[in-house]
């Protein structure tokens, strides 16, 4: 059967997110830069937060860890939403003419429940198009576990083939089809509008 609602990832699917962005104010050489987001502000490290830990408390053990970093660190949470430049070219465009066409909208994004509560505000033109979002951070639930798809189709009303996901990661679209989703890849607008008339969901 064919899908009946799109299900978005948000991260580098509807947003742009690169802590480059934020930290290249704050740093000036570009191998220091590098340094302090591979082996301080590390990808794992944040993930802490899409699993739901506290940034008070992840700030402080890295601050123990890193204490010459302890004012770079510290940014982080604050100024999250400067880590994200701005929506995906051509995504807004495409979010509104699927609302407008009337397909349902929905996300599930791994994302820091503190941090995501003041980018939702701040992006409500966007986000007010969806009828609800499971964020990771809140459920304390990741990515592709298969909990967190079961979680989110079960709080979107939607049995899974009714449901068309899209992400950046490979290893987050197999886990939405092992759960019985329908499941893309995440590339362009260009090529999503492709998949979403492949799928019948545009015209």
């Not at 860890?65 to 051509?90: C, D, K, N, T, Y």
């Not at 198009?129 to 459920?139: K, M, N, T, Y």
């Not at 019985?180 to 362009?188: E, I, K, L, S, W």
Request: charged share 25%.
């Amino acid at each position: 059967m064919r899908p009946i609602a799109v299900v978005f990832d948000i991260g580098n699917v509807l947003y742009d997110w690169d802590p480059k962005v934020l930290y290249r104010r704050l740093i000036s050489d570009d191998e220091a830069l590098d340094v302090f987001l591979r082996d301080v502000c590390s990808k794992e490290w944040h993930f802490q937060h899409d699993a739901g830990r506290p940034f008070a408390e992840t700030s402080a053990e890295l601050s123990a860890r890193f204490p010459q970093h302890a004012e770079l660190i510290a940014q982080w949470g604050p100024r999250f939403s400067e880590q994200i430049p701005g929506p995906v070219p051509g995504m807004p465009e495409l979010v509104a003419e699927l609302d407008e066409a009337g397909v349902p909208l929905f996300a599930i994004t791994n994302f820091s429940d503190e941090f995501f509560a003041p980018f939702r505000t701040q992006e409500a033109a966007m986000f007010d198009r969806f009828r609800d979002i499971v964020v990771s951070g809140a459920e304390r639930l990741v990515k592709p576990d298969a909990a967190i798809y079961h979680l989110a189709l079960g709080r979107f009303g939607l049995a899974p083939h009714e449901a068309l996901f899209v992400d950046d990661r490979h290893d987050n679209v197999a886990g939405a089809k092992a759960v019985g989703m329908h499941a893309v890849p995440f590339t362009d607008a260009a090529s999503l509008r492709a998949d979403l008339t492949r799928f019948g969901l545009l015209g």
